[in-house]
């Protein structure tokens, strides 16, 4: 399995930024897969940021509801991360997760 994130930079606090997460090389239909996104920050552990979970709704961190939306396009084997309002406590490398496979990771720096 190969998942490649996109979308990452730098942006002013209150800004916005979308991350895209494209999957390929995985067994099943792209719909069965429950994708995720987590970030991590330096010196912090790993924290779930958003989930899109297969026949359910999406599951939000505590620090991200209402400001992030997950969104999946099944055609594409996409799943994207809409950050609205950032903050600077949101800087971290973020990381797209489908089972226990991970992307590379994308950098968000926000400054304040």
């Known amino acids: 399995v190969q998942l490649q994130a996109s979308g990452g930079g730098w942006v002013q606090a209150g800004g916005s930024l979308r991350l895209s997460c494209a999957a390929s090389?995985?067994?099943?239909?792209?719909?069965?897969?429950?994708m995720s996104w987590y970030r991590q920050a330096p010196g912090k552990e790993r924290e779930l940021v958003a989930a899109?979970?297969?026949?359910?709704?999406?599951i939000y961190g505590a620090p991200v509801k209402g400001r992030f939306t997950i969104s999946r396009d099944n055609a594409k084997s996409t799943v994207d991360l809409q950050m609205n309002a950032l903050k600077p406590e949101d800087t971290a490398v973020y990381y797209c997760?489908?089972?226990?496979?991970w992307g590379e990771g994308t950098l968000v720096t926000v400054s304040s």
């Open positions: 997760n489908m089972v226990n496979f």
């Open positions: 090389g995985y067994s099943f239909s792209f719909d069965s897969y429950a």
């Open positions: 899109e979970i297969v026949g359910g709704s999406p």
